[in-house]
């Protein structure tokens, strides 16, 4: 079945660095890609999301960009800061439309004060 | 609007033994999925409801049951609890219509350990 690769499995980075966590992808046919923030303890939540007929999209200080040639599709988050600090999963839908997610392994992103 | 909600928060079993999840959304979604969450696995289809009167299998379905109730409800079973069933569980919704993909939204999870 589709599989999704997401790296890298930890982040550290220094308050007001970029972060950039990337996730790859087989399926040709996948056209929706979310991102979701899980704090600890917490359920995940949706942060941004692409659809495949974008290439990049962005909210304040988070951005996707998605390369379906190259069959990638990378988080970006600028200025961080200390309550960004989460398990970050990328996903994406299989061919076929039943809804179903298929998630990534999840990167831990520490930001340091 | 109380979104998606499970119980119980936690759960303590003992191998053998069997129990019900539940989850009930009021965002009147059609699709329901059950999750399970392992540390450094992400998180793992179990079972699906693309719309009510329907399920199928996630990649993980062995050891579960699911039923969807109604639009509302849908429940995972574990028939005969083991220790490799220890784990979060998580329960979404989302609303599927022609075959557009929305926003999953997640429960706040159950914890099950099995002794």
């Known amino acids: 079945g589709e599989n999704v690769e997401q790296h890298p499995s930890t982040l550290s980075v220094q308050e007001g660095d970029s972060a950039v966590i990337k996730c790859t992808y087989s399926d040709s046919a996948s056209n929706y890609f979310p991102w979701y923030k899980q704090e600890l303890g917490k359920r995940p939540q949706l942060i941004i999301d692409i659809r495949s007929n974008v290439g990049e999209k962005k909210d304040q200080r988070i951005a996707v960009t998605l390369n379906k040639t190259a069959k990638h599709f990378s988080l970006h988050i600028t200025e961080t800061q200390p309550e960004d600090s989460a398990v970050y999963f990328c996903a994406l839908t299989p061919s076929g439309n039943t809804g179903k997610l298929i998630f990534g392994q999840g990167t831990t992103l520490q930001v340091k004060p | 609007n109380a979104g998606v909600t499970q119980t119980p928060k936690f759960q303590v079993l003992k191998t053998g033994q069997s129990m019900t999840l539940q989850c009930a959304q009021d965002?009147?979604?059609?699709?329901m999925y059950w999750y399970r969450q392992d540390p450094g696995m992400g998180l793992r289809l179990i079972y699906y409801?693309?719309?009510?009167?329907?399920?199928d299998k996630g990649e993980v379905p062995n050891g579960y049951n699911v039923s969807r109730l109604n639009k509302r409800e849908f429940s995972l079973r574990l028939e005969s609890a083991a220790p490799s069933q220890t784990s979060v569980y998580f329960c979404?919704?989302?609303?599927?219509?022609?075959?557009?993909?929305?926003?999953?939204?997640f429960g706040p999870g159950t914890r099950l350990t099995v002794l």
């Open positions: 409801s693309a719309s009510e009167g329907t399920t």
């Open positions: 979404a919704s989302s609303s599927l219509a022609g075959g557009i993909t929305d926003t999953q939204y």
């Open positions: 965002m009147n979604h059609n699709s």
